[in-house]
């Protein structure tokens, strides 16, 4: 138990690091649209389902489960900043409540989209090393 405790904080501490290393670096459109965040959870995504298909192939073992699908993707991602800057975008005017829902769609979208590009990629390299 302290040894998997361990591996999600490590991983979530280098995902949290991520996330703040894009926050700095990836700039918000002008319309208000939020690119650090977007990136931030569509790269979880993705990684979480290539992890997750590596894991479900037994190509990836629970350790490395919990320290990049649980621990690294978890601190990555960020519901509360897209739930937050999705608010903050809704109340403003017409057209940033517009970038608000575009937004929010993207984020959902994309992000389901990579979680199944993932899923597929790791049952593809797990099947091989199976």
């Known amino acids: 138990m302290a040894q ?3 591996l999600v904080f490590v991983g979530g501490a280098v995902g949290a690091v991520m996330r703040e290393l894009l926050m700095l ?3 918000t459109a002008r319309d208000g649209f939020v690119w650090s965040i ?3 959870n569509v ?3 993705l990684i979480l389902g290539l992890i997750t298909g590596l894991h479900a192939r037994q190509a990836l073992g629970a350790k490395a489960n919990l320290l990049l699908g649980t621990g690294l993707c978890g601190g990555m991602s960020t519901f509360s900043s897209l739930v937050y800057a999705t608010y903050v975008l809704l109340a403003g005017s017409a057209l940033s409540a517009g970038v608000g829902l575009a ?3 993207a984020n959902l979208v994309v992000g389901f ?3 199944l ?3 597929r990629v790791g049952d593809v390299i ?3 090393k199976a």
Do not use: E
Request: positive net charge; without cysteine; charged residues 5%.
């Open 126 to 128: 797990g099947a091989r």
């Open 25 to 27: 670096g990836v700039p």
């Open 43 to 45: 790269v979880a995504s």
């Open 38 to 40: 977007f990136v931030a």
């Open 4 to 6: 998997a405790i361990i």
């Open 103 to 105: 937004y929010v769609g």
């Open 117 to 119: 590009a993932g899923l």
């Open 113 to 115: 989209v990579l979680v």
